[in-house]
């Protein structure tokens, strides 16, 4: 028996490599002589830059850096064996699980730490930037990146905004000046990869869906829909582009939307990228018997170019049965249950999410061994 297993993290509680270490053990147990290809996946978040430098064999790059919430870290980024593409992912400089709990407020966190990084990579002679957006806590649309790349930003009175100030300046910006940007930057090739495609404003824009999972209140909130809405109209008038209408614009409080009018940037599912780099086609190619993917939470959204979405999709080219597991199965899944041979929850509904959180190693283990014994039984 031949397996793949390429499954994402369960979001603060287990990461794609642990998880897919203790699947593997598991099928190990029922079958010794099994052949197992551990792919762990990505679309965009937490452990993005890890997964695709370990399956490429490049290198970690550590810069100093500034935290979303202003202190000096020692991040990091990854460079590619072709020695100019950078993995630069937003969580190590904006991770929201990285924020105390009382600091958790996207009016003053800023992405200025991403562009010290983008920078550092560019001193180091890369001149593709591959940004993975998500698992953030700041919302300032790339105001913090583009000022720290050398972007400056003035008021209704001409007056410079100071850089690194977070979301709360961007009701304030009337005009943009680029005309000190480097050359290097502007001609970077930049590639935001993003697990959703919510526009950028309105009901199921950036601010009304994701902002309160980052400490914002409901008047921050309605502060944050008016400042995007500024931003946009001063970058339509600076660029022409209208980036509210931008598919995606609404990922990580709006990086890859103000990135893709000032400096071009393309915007890709993440889940794409990390199949790419992962080389998971030339398994696929080879032959194997079954695949085994899955996330924290699996529902309808799993669809909007979630990682068990790519991978069941790149599957199914290969005529490859795929597998899920999950934490959590959402209601009304049946156009989500059609790509998947089983999609399998593997915690109880009648325990506490910390208590489900707690026992998930064993609760995995419990249920990959049932389920692949029975689907084996089955075939």
């Not at 000022?147 to 100071?162: C, E, I, R, S, T």
Request: negative net charge.
């Amino acid at each position: 028996m031949k397996f793949l297993i390429a499954i994402d993290k369960f979001k603060e509680c287990l990461s794609a490599v642990e998880l897919t270490d203790i699947i593997s053990d598991t099928i190990y147990d029922i079958y010794p002589d099994a052949e197992i290809i551990k792919k762990p996946m990505a679309d965009g978040g937490d452990g993005f830059e890890d997964i695709i430098i370990n399956s490429t064999k490049g290198k970690h790059i550590y810069c100093p850096a500034h935290f979303c919430t202003g202190e000096i870290i020692d991040s990091r980024y990854g460079i590619l064996p072709d020695k100019k593409t950078a993995i630069i992912e937003m969580a190590q400089t904006c991770g929201l699980n990285k924020i105390p709990v009382p600091l958790r407020n996207p009016m003053n966190t800023s992405t200025f730490g991403m562009g010290e990084q983008i920078l550092n990579a560019i001193k180091h002679n890369c001149n593709n930037i591959v940004i993975g957006l998500g698992g953030a806590g700041t919302h300032d649309m790339g105001l913090g990146l583009l000022q720290a790349l050398g972007f400056k930003f003035y008021d209704n009175a001409n007056h410079l905004l100071p850089p690194a100030k977070g979301a709360k300046q961007l009701t304030q910006i009337a005009k943009i000046d680029d005309s000190n940007v480097p050359e290097a930057v502007k001609k970077c090739r930049y590639t935001i990869a993003c697990d959703v495609d919510n526009l950028l404003l309105g009901e199921k824009g950036a601010a009304r869906t994701y902002a309160p999972q980052k400490g914002a209140t409901h008047e921050m909130v309605e502060v944050l829909e008016i400042g995007a809405t500024n931003f946009a109209q001063v970058i339509k008038n600076h660029t022409g582009i209208d980036i509210t209408n931008l598919k995606g614009s609404g990922a990580a409080g709006g990086v890859g939307a103000s990135m893709t009018a000032l400096l071009n940037a393309k915007m890709q599912p993440g889940i794409d990228l990390v199949i790419k780099y992962s080389a998971i086609e030339q398994y696929l190619s080879q032959g194997i018997d079954l695949a085994i993917t899955g996330e924290g939470k699996m529902d309808n959204q799993t669809l909007n170019n979630k990682a068990p979405w790519g991978i069941a999709n790149i599957c199914a080219e290969y005529n490859v049965p795929v597998m899920a597991f999950c934490g959590r199965l959402g209601d009304n899944c049946t156009e989500l249950n059609k790509y998947f041979v089983s999609i399998n929850e593997i915690s109880p509904r009648n325990i506490s999410l910390a208590e489900a959180i707690q026992n998930t190693p064993q609760n995995l283990v419990k249920a990959v061994k049932q389920v692949v014994t029975d689907w084996q039984k089955g075939n």
